[in-house]
């Protein structure tokens, strides 16, 4: 049974960082695109980053030169670094790998 277990969240102030992590079970990470997606109330879930099994990644626009997404195939982990946090970074993120499995997601919150 493939689990995904995101941990690291929480309450941040503007302009602080967090790293968020990601830790599966029941399979192996290297062989599948992981990602982290984040849904802000009210609003739908948008991809965050994304990297592939080969290591290359791609953010979205509003978080470039300030996120990083990493993995750790030995320990079956991928990351986010989040850096110079604002607001509206505030959002429960989740941990994705292809195609179908999610995590339970994490919160994170960004104070003024």
């Known amino acids: 049974q493939v689990q995904l277990v995101e941990s690291g969240g929480g309450l941040v102030q503007a302009g602080g960082s967090l790293r968020l992590s990601c830790a599966a079970s029941g399979t192996t990470i290297s062989i599948n695109t992981m990602g982290w997606y984040r849904q802000a109330p009210g609003s739908q879930r948008e991809l965050v980053a994304i990297?592939?099994?080969?290591?290359?990644?791609s953010y979205a626009d509003s978080v470039k030169g300030r996120f990083t997404m990493s993995r750790d195939n030995a320990k079956n982990t991928v990351y986010l670094q989040m850096d110079s946090l604002k607001p509206e970074d505030t959002a429960v993120y989740y941990c994705?790998?292809?195609?179908?499995?999610w995590g339970q997601g994490t919160q994170v919150t960004v104070s003024s």
């Open positions: 994705w790998m292809s195609y179908t499995f």
């Open positions: 990297i592939s099994s080969g290591g290359s990644t």
